[in-house]
């Protein structure tokens, strides 16, 4: 039986945050019920001849769902062919989680979670978007431990309008303080279709300067590092065997099944996608049994692009030995020029047979990873 990730996407919010692009609605609770109902029928279809070694619902916000459609949905996820080491975590928000919530995911295997917090300041919170205070969070992450989760991921953000670096510097330290397993910090991205890309076509997002915000990533990954928090991939930082396994298998192209709303799978050399809108996804279940509306199948040159740019992610970079082994032919064959260019540069170190982007080559690696597209 093949080895491989399950993802799984709750497209509900109760408010939808003013930065976010991904598929999820607020206001759609009428339709939750049916939405498991439709999610366990495309679970139960497509997951038969495959054991999981990790598992991640995400969304939207899965602590959103009601006790009943979480218990349904978290039933239906456990009664899989599960590795007995399995990673399984579930996205939660301030806000949305209770003690019976807690419970009910602890006593149905879920071993990790992952709280959205983004910042501590509550003005930052509020101008976000956010449903919750960061005395909420704590008292949410006091119930976390309580309950008995040892494996918790923090989400956050920075370069956020009107945020400075030492609100960012104060953010990083309240959440080291609580002492979570990995931290999680990406920097804002003003995408089209949001409200903050409307305040900003207009100008009126005052987001922080390039400098600023590189300052404040220069600052996380230092600072995280000095409180035992390595570096694993660009946004990422964890303590020792705490990275996540699942996000791995991406950077990795390692294969996954994509379940629900705008879900995504990598299954055979074949990515497909879901519908977006929640109520083509149901009919599509209902009439098909999966909800996918695209299917491609990815060229050897095309998996040699992600593998590049996904596995260029990492600190650790991509191995020469394992991109031999997938594609047949040596990475010097396919990418000897890009490679050395941008070690002329000082934007790519080799080393040990993995190639790997350095501290300046983080701080431009879009750029750099641009360059590994072959068509």
């Not at 009943?68 to 039933?75: A, D, N, R, S």
């Not at 922080?208 to 230092?222: G, L, N, Q």
Request: glycine share 6%; charged share 30%; net charge negative.
């Amino acid at each position: 039986m093949k080895k491989i990730s399950l993802y799984i996407h709750i497209p509900f919010c109760k408010q939808k945050c003013k930065y976010c692009d991904f598929s999820s609605y607020s206001g759609k609770e009428d339709v939750m019920s049916e939405y498991v109902d439709a999610l366990n029928i495309e679970i139960n279809n497509t997951s038969k001849e495959y054991s999981f070694k990790t598992i991640f619902i995400g969304g939207g916000t899965p602590s959103y769902l009601p006790y009943e459609e979480l218990e349904k949905l978290l039933k239906k996820v456990s009664s899989l062919n599960l590795e007995e080491d399995v990673e399984f975590t579930v996205e939660c928000n301030p806000g949305t989680l209770t003690r019976d919530k807690l419970e009910l995911m602890k006593k149905y295997k879920v071993n990790r979670l992952s709280l959205g917090l983004q910042s501590s300041n509550e003005s930052l919170l509020k101008s976000l978007g956010r449903i919750h205070s960061f005395t909420e969070f704590k008292e949410n992450y006091d119930l976390v431990r309580q309950v008995g989760f040892k494996n918790v991921n923090v989400d956050l953000m920075f370069g956020l309008p009107g945020q400075t670096l030492k609100e960012f510097e104060e953010t990083l330290s309240s959440v080291v303080e609580l002492n979570p397993e990995h931290i999680s910090a990406y920097s804002l991205i003003v995408e089209e279709g949001t409200p903050f890309y409307k305040l900003y076509e207009k100008g009126r997002l005052k987001l922080p300067s390039e400098e600023e915000e590189r300052a404040m990533y220069e600052y996380a990954v230092e600072y995280l590092d000095s409180k035992g928090y390595k570096q694993y991939e660009i946004s990422n930082f964890s303590k020792d065997d705490k990275e996540c396994k699942h996000n791995l298998v991406y950077w990795e192209l390692g294969e996954y099944l994509g379940c629900g709303v705008a879900a995504a799978s990598l299954l055979n050399e074949t990515r497909t996608k879901n519908y977006d809108k929640i109520e083509d996804y149901i009919l599509s279940v209902e009439k098909n049994l999966n909800g996918v509306e695209e299917t491609n199948h990815l060229s050897k040159e095309e998996l040699m692009e992600e593998f590049m740019f996904l596995g260029l992610r990492k600190t650790s970079g991509v191995s020469e030995k394992d991109f031999l082994e997938i594609f047949n032919v040596s990475m010097e064959s396919i990418y000897k020029d890009v490679i050395n260019n941008h070690i002329k540069k000082g934007l790519l170190n080799k080393d040990n047979a993995k190639i790997y982007l350095n501290k300046e080559g983080i701080q431009l690696s879009n750029y750099v990873m641009s360059d590994f597209l072959l068509s």
